[in-house]
């Protein structure tokens, strides 16, 4: 499961947090978000650190498509749906500041980049309206799309809106790139360093993490979804998987970079260095398949079908997080507080939105924010419209939370499973998960510890997913994916 990008990805090894330091600005999260505030921030003289759980790359960056777009599948008429026309503009303002300064600084460091254009296409004539919607969306926002009826691709395509000169890269020399800026402009970056909790203290903010504390004027909490629980962002945003592969194939491989308008989503792009052909889609919300491998080998067949002998190079997954509100959250964690900022809820969209969302926050802490930055604003005054999705999105959760346990009753199974496969069995009163990888068995709690969801085992990846907010866990019980900072306990 280790992406193409990640193969043989040259980025050297940091040290860990060393505990009692004082900071300008600290910075959660070493992805495009993260890695680009720092970088803003430490250019206009902050002393900034950038605190990672992992490694850099190590999240959803570097595990994208990495397409760089203004065209974003059907969003602008999801957007404008919601929000009206004006407010798309102001987001499509935002995604340009961040196209621009993501191309920008590519090209200052002579990191490939290859301009395409983007086709949002119908694989079939029911999808025809959205694409319609689509275009008519985006050119009232401004953009220069056009309808296309006719493109030269293997797979049915029965119309398309396409932009042009939209830009694909390698998220993970781009990472690589941006964090030796971040210390070339006197920033610190510590790695194998998991941020567990903050608090506010003689009026700075106190960062507690696995190796100890550090403290700062400002935190950006930028790791996909706050690890923070103040705000209600777990209850804000639905957590996705989606899947990747990568295929060397006989025939030509599609330059341009094209993504369905229907379900399931097929997404697609050519990576130039290898003449590779990339595909993702098939998601689904996080812990709420009985099968994630269905979903991986759905992709693997309908890229076989109209790929013929393409053969599988790398298959890897990806988490992202929808907003119920339709558009990204960037500010404050809690209303009315600038000491703590955080960014989420990029629907898919990270490169554009990601760096947008960074010029936004560096913007903030300087007193220079963008125009368009109140549009994004992580309390914007539309959320009242965002209610009644949020409600359902919540439900589910308390469904999913009750619906957990109540199959506890009859799990008492305690027999081993088969290679590669988990459970969950009821240990007297302890729902235990139960999982053999590598034939080594092991028996956690199957409590997660954000807020007690019971795990679901996920036979794509072999580790244990949260139906409830989206964190996933290792099968011996490492932490993957907040919410969630702390491991499951061994039983």
């Known amino acids: 499961m280790t992406s193409l990008w990640l193969n043989n990805a040259e980025v050297p090894a940091r040290l860990r947090l060393t505990p009692g330091s004082h900071f300008d600005t600290v910075v959660l999260g070493a992805g495009i978000v993260g890695l680009t505030t720092a970088l803003l921030l430490a250019e206009r003289g902050r002393e900034v650190a950038v605190i990672e759980a992992k490694r850099v790359g190590a999240g959803t960056t570097a595990a994208s498509t990495a397409k760089v777009s203004l065209l974003q599948g059907t969003r602008a008429q999801t957007i404008a749906r919601r929000h009206g026309i004006a407010t798309l503009s102001r987001y499509v303002a935002a995604n340009l500041d961040g196209f621009d300064w993501l191309l920008d600084f590519c090209a200052g460091r002579d990191l490939a980049v290859e301009r395409v254009a983007a086709y949002t296409y119908a694989q079939n004539e029911s999808e025809m309206s959205a694409v319609r919607a689509e275009f008519e969306a985006t050119r009232s926002a401004g953009l220069p799309t056009d309808l296309v009826d006719d493109v030269d691709v293997p797979f049915p395509l ?9 830009a694909q890269l390698n998220p993970m020399a781009f990472l690589a790139a941006l964090a030796a800026e971040v210390e070339t402009q006197g920033g610190s970056i510590f790695e194998s360093t998991r941020a567990q909790r903050l608090r506010h ?7 507690g993490t696995e190796h100890g504390e550090v403290d700062a004027n400002n935190v950006v909490v930028a790791t996909g979804t706050p690890i923070f629980d103040r705000g209600g962002y777990f209850a804000r945003v639905t957590a996705q998987r989606s899947y990747l592969a ?11 970079m094209y993504i369905s308008a229907g379900q399931p989503i097929r997404s697609l792009r050519r990576y130039p ?27 693997l067949d309908w890229t076989g079908r109209w790929f013929p002998g393409a053969e599988l190079l790398h298959r890897w997954s990806a988490q992202d997080y929808h907003p119920v509100g339709e558009l990204p959250y960037v500010g404050p964690l809690v209303p009315g507080r600038e000491e703590v900022l955080v960014a989420t809820g990029f629907a898919k969209w990270g490169f554009t939105n990601g760096a947008a969302a960074a010029l936004a926050l560096a913007g903030r802490i300087t007193g220079d924010a963008p125009k368009w930055a109140d549009t994004l604003s992580a309390w914007r005054l539309g959320e009242v419209a965002s209610l009644p999705a949020g409600a359902r999105v919540n439900a589910t959760v308390a469904r999913y939370l009750s619906t957990g346990w109540l199959h506890l009753l009859g799990a008492d199974e305690h027999s081993i499973p088969p290679e590669g496969c988990g459970r ?5 009163l302890h729902p235990t998960a139960v999982s053999t990888v590598d034939g080594v068995t092991t028996e956690i709690s199957a409590i997660c510890p954000h807020l007690g969801g019971i795990l679901h085992w996920n036979d794509a990846e072999r580790t244990w997913d949260c139906p409830l907010h989206g964190s996933r866990f290792e099968p011996d019980g490492a932490v993957i994916e907040g919410p969630a900072t702390h491991p499951l306990s061994p039983r």
Do not use: C, M, N, W
């Open 158 to 166: 029965h119309g398309a809106v396409r932009l042009r000169e939209q």
């Open 273 to 299: 260095a290898d003449d590779v052909l990339l595909v993702g889609g098939s998601g689904h919300e996080v812990g709420r398949e009985d099968s994630a491998e269905t979903h991986v080998q759905d992709l």
């Open 201 to 207: 203290h003689d009026g700075r903010v106190v960062i």
């Open 424 to 428: 969950v069995e009821r240990h007297g």
């Open 246 to 256: 990568a295929f060397k194939v006989p025939g030509p491989v599609p330059e341009e």
